[in-house]
């Protein structure tokens, strides 16, 4: 738990360092075209970074020495175009001059073609060599794009112009720096929204189910109401940083429509964005938001915004008459930016069509196949496997005669409870890979304890299926070894489970969850002790019994039947408390 916990911090204090667009390491060829950094904010206006060079003109296969400068800056992207045609093809190539803090670019299928930042570094200052090609125009010019932080960046700043010696004078220089959008007029919200009209004029979504927004603070509301072609929305819930909703046409991750609604300087940010995968959302500039209104009280964050149903102008932009499963997340911010959501973000349990029949309905942290998945598992390793091994290990005088089969009573319900675990363990090994639909890599090494337990499941009842008699020589050595590895499988199968509690696609409540594991395990622990004593000291009563010489007989048969009822007591106790804590575990997964 304090390893994965400090994983989490390292993995946050990297995240506070990135300033462009999720690239702190320059690989930004996504924005070698536009040159515009993929935050969503409006570019600064003014430039406070200069470009200059060491010659004006040029000849095929020179080389002039580019130097980009100006107060501290974190991220750039440094290119040359046609002075004549700032939006055609880049022209020629750049050579690093400091390979720690330059990177160079394969843009346009041309390696080379443009420079960015190699860290997220502060850097007073960059130099590379620019490489004149043989077919280069008359008259080339210098832009670049500067990230001082991750709101604040200046858009193809314009360099000098350099030019050919036999070429006419450069006398109608392009515009350098695109036009700058304005954010539409932001108004306050005066009140909290209302949940009246959910399920009559408004298409709601509540967490937890039939929550009030305007009495609890812990309610996320989300509604939509359609107004002719427009859409109003409105969202609310606890958060200090940001809260988000997407559209989705699956219940992963990618290829969304979603908006985002940010705290930063006392204020709040709404925005569109786009979900490309499990990664930085990629912020829309354009305006495509009306009536937009947010409010922050006690914690609370509410914004509204409306939109058109339909934007055919805007690629990215879902059609809200169709129908899409609905995410609602959040998670912290600062200066502008978003992290990673603090926990599995809320999922309706199918598609919906926000514009069609209204309807309240709620959504879950947890997906169903993962629910079953934790409890199938739980049953299995911490209920049949822990049942089974203690009859095993001390009813064998208890339950000794013979029922079916010829076979012992004892080992009758022990290969009855190990059969059941190997069965339930592969039918929910299986549930995470049809959810998945394979292997998850973001799952840390619980993935790969679950391989050894499935692994060890099947090993072990075909083991035993191949069992030596009794008396044969080569019994002790099977003893051995279907111990060793019944003990190991239940030992990875508990590090498995720890693991598996902290994955946000279960989304238990910490730390009860931790609390609940480690009462459950020492139960366990507690009740293998007490029946361990237990047998000791009867043995030891035996034997002083036996030493004795008095009434051997009897006496032993008196300590026999008086052992075999505490055991069956223990085991009771046991199976009660193990029940209970079951019921507890299966109702927290069914509540998520």
């Known amino acids: 738990m304090a390893v994965r916990g400090l994983t989490f911090g390292v993995f946050i204090l990297l995240i506070h360092i990135i ?21 969503g904010h409006i570019p600064q206006s003014h430039p406070i970074h200069h470009i ?3 010659q004006k003109t040029f000849r095929s296969g020179d080389q002039i020495k580019v130097t980009l400068s100006g107060p501290s800056f974190k991220g750039f992207l440094l290119e040359a175009r046609d002075a004549e045609d700032l939006s055609g093809p ?8 400091d390979s720690e803090l330059t990177r160079s670019l ?24 620019w490489n004149a090609p043989s077919s280069a125009p008359n008259h080339v010019q210098f832009l670049a794009t500067v990230v001082e932080k991750y709101k604040i960046y200046w858009v193809k700043i314009p360099g000098p112009v350099i030019s050919q010696p036999d070429a006419l004078p450069f006398t109608t220089p392009k515009a350098t720096i695109a036009p700058l959008s304005t954010l539409p007029p932001v108004s306050h919200l005066t009140k909290s929204f209302s949940v009246s009209d959910c399920g009559n004029k408004k298409f709601c979504v509540r967490s937890p189910v039939n929550c009030d927004p305007e009495k609890e603070h812990t309610c996320v509301f989300l509604s939509f109401t359609r107004d002719d072609q427009s859409v109003m929305v409105e969202m609310s819930g606890p958060s200090k940083g940001y809260l988000s909703f997407a559209l989705s046409h699956d219940r992963w991750m990618g290829d969304d429509d979603a908006y985002v609604c940010i705290h930063d300087d006392q204020t709040v940010h709404i925005q569109a964005s786009h979900l490309t995968g499990r990664s930085h959302p990629v912020m829309d500039s354009g305006v495509t938001l009306e009536d937009m209104a947010w409010r922050l009280t006690d914690g609370v964050m509410q914004c509204s915004f409306r939109r058109n149903i339909s934007l055919p102008g805007f690629k990215n932009r879902f059609e809200l008459n169709t129908s899409y499963y609905i995410f609602i997340a959040g998670g912290a911010a600062d200066d502008g930016r978003i992290y990673k959501h603090a926990q599995q973000p809320l999922i309706t349990y199918e598609k919906y ?15 169903s196949l993962l629910k079953v998945h934790g409890a199938l598992m739980f049953v299995a390793w911490m209920t049949t496997v822990s049942i089974g091994v203690l009859i095993a290990r001390f009813f064998k005088p208890v339950w000794s005669k013979t029922f079916f089969f010829g076979e012992a009573a004892w080992f009758q319900v022990h290969r009855t409870l190990m059969i059941t675990t190997s069965v339930l363990t592969c039918v929910a090994f299986v549930l995470p890979f049809v959810y998945r639909g394979g292997w998850s890599w973001h799952a840390g090494c619980h993935p790969y304890f679950g391989c050894i337990v499935m692994t060890l499941a099947v090993l072990q009842p075909l083991l035993a299926a191949f069992r030596p008699r009794i008396h044969d020589p080569r019994r002790q050595m099977f003893n051995w ?18 693991l598996g509690m902290d994955l946000p696609g279960l989304n238990l409540p910490a730390p009860q969850k931790t609390y609940a594991m480690i009462g459950f395990v020492a139960w366990h622990v507690g009740a293998e002790l007490v029946l361990e004593i237990h047998a000791y000291r009867l043995t030891r009563k035996v034997e002083i019994l036996d030493d004795t010489r008095i009434q051997i007989l009897q006496s032993f048969t008196a300590a026999e039947a008086e052992g075999h009822a505490f055991k069956k007591l223990v085991l009771a106790i046991y199976i009660c408390g193990n029940v209970t804590f079951l019921i507890i575990f299966l ?4 509540q998520l």
């Open 19 to 39: 300033s462009v667009a999720n690239y702190p390491n320059g690989k930004v060829e996504k924005s070698c075209d536009g040159m515009t950094p993929e935050h």
């Open 52 to 54: 200059s060079v060491n």
């Open 90 to 97: 880049l022209i020629g190539s750049f050579t690093l001059i």
């Open 106 to 129: 394969t843009c346009e299928d041309v390696e080379g073609s443009a420079v960015s930042h190699r860290n997220p570094s502060k850097k007073d200052s960059i130099e590379v060599y």
């Open 353 to 367: 069509n926000v514009t069609g029949n209204p309807m309240d309905i709620g959504g879950s942290h947890s997906l």
């Open 481 to 498: 070894t279907h111990w060793s590895m019944g003990t190991a499988a239940r030992i990875i199968a508990v590090v498995a489970m720890f």
């Open 587 to 590: 109702s927290a997964i069914n």
